[in-house]
C-alpha cells in the first residue's frame, strides 16, 4: 500500500492568494483527518470526516480554511486568502473506523509557506 | 488552553541510556493516550498506547506509564539508540473510541552516539 498520498509537498504562495492542498487517504480507511503543525501550537486538528461526511469542524481557524472529501478516495483543504500566519505544516492521516483505538496513519505533509 | 502539554521541547541523552519523554494533561475526561513518532520530512507514525484503565503498557524498548491522579504520562526508552532521534508528540482522546485526537507540541529527542 501506498500509504496515505499528499500534494504538493512544498506550496510558497503569497499573501492573498488561493492555496488548496490535496490528500488521497489509505484504501479502505473510513475516516480522514486534516491537521496543522506549528512550533507553538504543535498538531492541531482542523477537521475530519467518516465516510466523507465532516463530522468536526471546531478546528478550523477561521471562514477563509474550508475542507471537502467528494468521495472516499480524495480530500481538499483550501485556503482563501491565504495570510503569512498561514504558514506551517499541514498534514492528513487516515484511519479505519475513526476510533481513537484505530492508529491514524499520516501522511507526508505539505509544508506551506506564505509570503 | 493547551490540554495536552510537553514542557520539554528537547533532551539529549546517551545512547544505551534511558530516555524518559513527560506528558501532562488538563482535561479529566481524556481516557486513552498515545504517542506518536516524528522523523524529519515524514508525517507522525503510532509508537504505542494506554487506556486508562492500566497504569502501564510495554511494548519492547518502549514503555508508557500513566499517572490518573497527577494527569500526568511518561514515555520511557530503554536502552535508546540512535534511530530513537525523534520527535514525540503525546496525543489523548476522551470517551474511549472517539477519534478525536488532542495532541502536544512534541519533544524533540537527540541520542547522542
Known amino acids: 500500500d501506498a500509504g496515505v498520498i499528499q500534494s504538493p509537498r512544498h506550496e510558497v504562495t503569497e499573501m492573498g492568494q488561493e492555496v488548496t492542498l490535496r490528500c488521497k487517504p489509505i484504501?479502505?480507511?473510513?475516516?480522514l483527518f486534516w491537521y496543522r503543525q506549528t512550533m507553538m501550537r504543535g498538531l492541531e486538528l482542523l477537521i475530519y470526516?467518516?465516510?466523507?461526511?465532516?463530522?468536526?469542524d471546531s478546528g478550523m481557524p477561521e471562514d477563509r480554511f474550508s475542507a471537502k472529501m467528494p468521495n472516499a478516495s480524495f480530500s481538499t483543504l483550501k485556503i482563501q486568502p491565504s495570510e503569512p500566519r498561514d504558514s506551517a505544516v499541514y498534514f492528513c492521516?487516515?484511519?479505519?473506523?475513526?476510533?481513537?483505538?484505530?492508529?491514524?496513519?499520516f501522511g507526508p505533509g505539505t509544508r506551506l509557506t506564505v509570503l | 488552553d493547551q490540554q495536552v502539554k510537553q514542557n520539554s521541547p528537547s533532551l539529549s541523552v546517551q545512547e544505551g541510556r534511558i530516555s524518559i519523554l513527560n506528558c501532562d494533561y488538563t482535561?479529566?475526561?481524556?481516557?486513552?493516550f498515545l504517542w506518536y513518532k516524528k522523523y524529519p520530512a515524514e508525517g507522525p507514525t503510532f509508537l504505542i498506547s494506554?487506556?486508562?484503565?492500566?497504569d502501564k503498557n510495554e511494548d519492547g524498548r518502549f514503555t508508557v506509564f500513566l499517572n490518573k491522579s497527577a494527569k500526568h504520562l511518561s514515555l520511557h526508552i530503554v536502552p535508546s539508540q540512535p534511530g530513537d532521534s525523534a520527535v514525540y508528540f503525546c496525543?489523548?482522546?476522551?470517551?474511549?473510541?472517539?477519534?478525536?485526537?488532542?495532541f502536544g507540541t512534541g519533544t524533540r529527542l537527540t541520542i547522542i552516539p
Open positions: 496525543a489523548a482522546s476522551a470517551d474511549f473510541g472517539n477519534e478525536k485526537l488532542t
Open positions: 494506554i487506556s486508562s484503565i492500566k
Open positions: 484504501s479502505g480507511h473510513n475516516s
Open positions: 492521516a487516515s484511519s479505519l473506523w475513526g476510533a481513537s483505538t484505530d492508529t491514524q496513519y
Open positions: 482535561n479529566s475526561m481524556f481516557d486513552y
Open positions: 470526516f467518516n465516510n466523507n461526511v465532516p463530522i468536526d
